[in-house]
């Protein structure tokens, strides 16, 4: 079984967590691509969803799925994302489809936070396979890109990429996060940073892993 089977036997786990009349949170990424495509099938029983970037707003539209403004809930039962990486405490790295802010904030009205992924996506600690996105105002790139490189990390500007709110994306590669709550409180204090692709503080409630035996349900 490759990766995608992988992930889209993750995704197809996850329609269980569906309840009918829901309003649901949907992430962004190549895993969720498979979610929305399994959740077109329940299109007549959900109210709809929120998105967590303006790629699967568009993927939930040609599945006829009605498509809400995060302004428009006051919290959501379920939220559906991946991840870059994950630990054994459900602690994420995430943001390489560069909508880390807006997964956060949709992540964030959630009841539950299920994260589906194929097993390439866990580690013991993060930063291990996979770089540390951050959002960062443009105008405080390279500020920013010192203050990385003062605590460590080496930094690399994702050139030609804009996020759907405007900033752009530093990568941050060896950073070993041992710590990631304490981390990802750091970073967010830096002038300049929108937000970072840590999510420690709000880490996932389940984890469902795409493996060649199937789906492995981790609550």
């Not at 194929?118 to 790139?141: C, H, N, W, Y």
Request: proline content about 4%; glycine content about 8%; charged content about 20%.
């Amino acid at each position: 079984m490759d990766q995608l089977e992988m992930k889209k036997v993750a995704a197809k786990a996850a329609l269980q967590f569906v309840k009918p009349d829901m309003i649901v949170g949907v992430g962004s990424g190549s895993t969720v691509n498979c979610f929305i495509e399994e959740l077109g099938s329940l299109r007549n029983q959900i109210k709809g969803a929120v998105a967590a970037s303006k790629a699967s707003e568009e993927l939930l539209r040609k599945q006829g799925i009605e498509v809400f403004s995060a302004n428009d809930v006051s919290s959501l039962d379920i939220y559906v994302d991946g991840a870059d990486e994950i630990n054994p405490q459900k602690m994420m790295i995430k943001g390489g489809g560069a909508a880390l802010t807006r997964e956060k904030i949709v992540a964030s009205l959630a009841k539950n936070f299920i994260c589906i992924v194929d097993s390439s996506k866990q580690v013991d600690v993060l930063g291990t396979t996979f770089p540390l996105p951050v959002e960062v105002i443009p105008m405080a790139r390279s500020q920013v890109a010192r203050k990385l490189v003062s605590l460590g990390g080496s930094p690399e500007w994702r050139e030609g990429v804009i996020t759907d709110n405007g900033n752009v994306i530093l990568d941050v590669h060896h950073f070993t996060i041992m710590n990631p709550v304490e981390m990802e409180k750091e970073l967010n204090n830096v002038a300049g940073v929108v937000t970072n692709g840590i999510f420690a503080l709000n880490a996932a409630n389940t984890l469902i892993v795409g493996t060649p035996e199937g789906a492995k349900i981790i609550s």
